[in-house]
DNA sequence: TGAGTCTAGACACAA
DNA sequence: TTGTGTCTAGACTCA
């Protein structure tokens, strides 16, 4: 039956790089998922030398990208690059808007090739929604906030007109999480630095002026809490607490 | 959201003529996807013909094979021959193996055509399994198992050459439930004899019309009880516990 | 478009 | 082989 919670030494080694508190053992799940891919593909050790390196400098580290982009682990679905980065790098990141591949990754979730580089030393945090963002139609005086540059990194255009998506034309690159702080990169972080250096000064859009696009409304606590993904099925507590006792599951049909 | 129980009038009326208790929450969604199915198919109106007045004379009702001929509801995989003629008439059903088609039935399960026929009423339940069973070899006396016929319905041929599985002799089939009762073939002779009888014909089978076997005073105290099915998902309780309550559900990105 | 739900098919494993 | 449970991509649904 191997109903044990039997968990493989990489797994492990793995997972304990893994940053931010709880949902362990989705993260698990989605950390099995990757080694058994990577293990077929052979990408497994460049998974090892990055996580324990945290260096940019590795190789594209890909798995193959589903028709809608999505990955479902457990009974979740998400994108693969955001699942692994914010599992590794930015435990409140909350979606692929607020990351930029550098440019050396070939396998950029953005290229949308036939794989996907999920390598969290890939991605830079970017604090503002690159494209869409809310615009927020702004009168007059209201000298807020909004536009300006945040980022300690020098140039800043608030708001990329933007291109493509893939090209990576002018796109805001608002500096790597560096926000309010974020010590996670914010060193001297190895590859970040250059890439963004690269985004920074194209931007010839406008718009940017009359609309504040506010970048990501900050307090994201929101975080915590959430509405149990895809099915409900039978007995099955939450997560977490690793028990699986089937408790008081009632009927179904016997039949063991 | 529609966390709402809506349950199509259709729906409901099939599932008053469910037999048997529990399972209810289940049982709603097996019959939901057939209705689904068949409102595409145009084969509703059979099926309510066929459950409401019980008729074998009824025209097959289908829905297309899957791969290895299971079908999913909710998290449980199970044969849907089977499955509908557990809800419908037979809820004490085990397997298949139980039951038999009316002659009939041009889309019997055994035909394993495209479609398969779930019109409980085209099949028949015999009491021991046809084919396999659990062979156990037998030393001597063993109060022999000879051959003689059960079925209440004509032919029957004693362990013809047929079968050879057990490799002749003193083989005994032993097997499921009703081995002593079983008022099928009330006979006196109790299980050995007649699944051996049973274990000659099959498929094409004859036998069809023996109607008699109907409800079988289940001795079978063992339908209850189970390992939830398929997977463990976040916070969701049983089943027929309606309630999809998350209370405490502890991590898991947030995100509403 | 984004996000959640459902299940056939693919696996994995066991008898 | 057959049988049964698990996991998830793709399809679908709804906002
Ligand atoms: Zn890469
Ligand atoms: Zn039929």
Redesign the pocket.
């Given at each position: 039956?191997?109903m044990l919670p039997f968990t493989p030494p990489v797994v492990k080694r793995l997972l304990s790089f893994k940053k931010g508190e709880g949902e362990d053992k989705w993260s698990e799940?989605a950390v099995?998922?990757l080694v058994?891919k990577l293990k077929k593909s052979g990408g497994l050790e460049e998974l090892e030398t990055a996580i324990t390196t945290e260096d940019a400098a590795t190789r594209c580290i890909t798995i193959?990208?589903?028709?809608?982009g999505?990955?479902?682990?457990?009974?979740?679905?998400?994108?693969p690059h955001v699942i692994y980065c914010r599992l590794w790098r930015w435990p409140e990141l909350q979606?692929h808007?607020e990351l930029r591949a550098l440019d050396h990754c070939t396998y950029a979730f953005n290229l949308k090739k036939e794989e996907v580089c999920v390598n969290p030393y890939h991605y830079t945090k970017i604090e503002a929604p690159a494209l869409?963002a809310i615009l927020v139609p702004r009168g007059s005086s209201s000298s807020s906030s909004g536009g300006s540059c945040n980022s300690s990194g020098g140039s800043c255009n608030s708001s990329g007109g933007s291109s493509s998506v893939g090209g990576g034309g002018g796109v805001v690159g608002v500096r790597v999480g560096s926000n309010n702080n974020n010590n996670n990169n914010n060193n001297s972080d190895p590859g970040s630095a250059e890439d963004l250096g690269s985004l920074a000064d194209l931007n010839t859009d406008s718009l940017s002026d009359s609309t504040s696009l506010t970048s990501v409304p900050p307090t994201l606590e929101s975080s915590q809490s959430?509405?149990?993904?895809?099915?409900?099925?039978p007995g099955y507590m939450s997560e977490d607490g690793d028990s699986p006792d089937l408790q008081d599951i009632t009927d179904y049909p016997g039949?063991?």
């Open positions: 039956m191997s799940k099995k998922s058994k193959p990208r589903s028709l809608d999505r990955l479902q682990v457990s009974h979740k679905k998400g994108l979606s808007h869409p959430f509405p149990p993904t895809e099915s409900p099925p039949q063991s």
